[in-house]
């Protein structure tokens, strides 16, 4: 690459998140969280498949806006990973910038991690709306490692009220008798969800009483928050 071409670009990769607020807190996507503050852990796996994808688990995630998350990040693979919140159009614009060079993140909205490594991000989404969580480093991307990250706006309109119904912990599936799924469009009935993380299995029994989030993911009906 020729030196002046590699200059401008490195400088309108830096001037973009000093513009955006960067490290100060002012993102999109939100800001900085304290981990004593944390209303909310989640555990998040990064690895390959055997057939060549590269996977987050869980591959998607859905928050109530103001709510600190953290999250508690595994590198069960066998190549180096990283765990980066933003917007898309920023992800995308990052990844091309990591295609072109080397580059390492030490931001409070990302994590890298070495083979078998744990590292944490504690973030405040505190703004509504879709986001992601990626991997940039050059090809990881393609091959799978970026989810959705829905921010719900804070006074639990895209909650639903249900009644847990039966837990089918060996099937990762939960019932339960729901009223109107308004961003389903669904009215009220008993049906089954799978669930975005197991870990949510263990707080749920048969006879609670829960507000829930269910979205489409990958064509079936999964539960991806619970309050
Ligand atoms: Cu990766």
Same mark, same amino acid.
């Given at each position: 690459?020729?030196?002046?071409?590699?200059?401008?670009?490195?400088?309108?990769f830096?001037a973009?998140?000093?513009?955006a607020?960067g490290?100060?807190?002012?993102?999109?996507?939100g800001?900085?969280?304290?981990?004593?503050?944390?209303?909310?852990?989640?555990?998040?796996?990064?690895?390959?498949?055997?057939?060549?994808?590269?996977?987050?688990?869980p591959?998607s995630f859905?928050f109530?806006?103001d709510?600190?998350?953290?999250?508690v990040?595994?590198?069960?693979?066998?190549?180096e990973?990283?765990?980066?919140l933003?917007t898309?159009e920023?992800?995308?614009?990052?990844?091309a910038? &990591?295609?072109?060079?080397?580059?390492?993140? +030490? @931001?409070p909205n990302?994590?890298? $991690?070495?083979? /078998?490594?744990s590292g =944490?991000?504690?973030?405040t989404?505190s703004?509504?709306?879709?986001?992601?969580?990626?991997?940039?480093?050059?090809?990881?991307y393609?091959?799978?490692?970026h989810g959705?990250?829905a921010?719900l706006?804070?006074?639990?309109?895209?909650?639903?009220k249900?009644?847990?119904?039966k837990?089918?912990?060996?099937s990762g599936k939960?019932?339960i008798?729901?009223?109107?799924l308004v961003?389903?469009?669904?009215?009220? &009935?008993t049906?089954?969800?799978?669930?975005? +993380? @197991?870990?949510?299995?263990?707080? $749920?029994?048969? /006879?609670?009483?829960? =507000?829930?989030?269910?979205?489409r993911?990958?064509?079936?009906l999964?539960?991806?928050a619970?309050?």
């Amino acid at each position: 690459m020729n030196k002046i071409l590699s200059a401008a670009l490195i400088g309108a990769f830096f001037a973009a998140p000093a513009l955006a607020g960067g490290t100060h807190g002012g993102m999109e996507v939100g800001k900085p969280g304290k981990a004593a503050q944390a209303d909310r852990e989640v555990a998040v796996t990064m690895k390959e498949t055997d057939d060549g994808e590269m996977l987050f688990e869980p591959s998607s995630f859905s928050f109530a806006k103001d709510e600190t998350v953290k999250f508690v990040i595994t590198n069960a693979g066998e190549l180096e990973h990283e765990f980066v919140l933003d917007t898309a159009e920023r992800n995308v614009h990052h990844k091309a910038m &990591m295609a072109k060079m080397e580059m390492e993140h +030490d @931001d409070p909205n990302s994590v890298r $991690l070495e083979p /078998g490594a744990s590292g =944490e991000v504690v973030w405040t989404f505190s703004n509504a709306g879709t986001f992601e969580f990626a991997c940039l480093i050059p090809g990881h991307y393609e091959s799978g490692m970026h989810g959705p990250i829905a921010v719900l706006d804070g006074n639990g309109g895209s909650f639903t009220k249900g009644t847990v119904k039966k837990v089918d912990a060996a099937s990762g599936k939960v019932t339960i008798i729901h009223e109107e799924l308004v961003n389903l469009e669904m009215p009220a &009935m008993t049906m089954v969800f799978r669930v975005a +993380d @197991d870990a949510m299995l263990d707080q $749920l029994k048969a /006879g609670d009483p829960i =507000e829930f989030v269910a979205e489409r993911i990958k064509g079936k009906l999964t539960l991806t928050a619970l309050k």
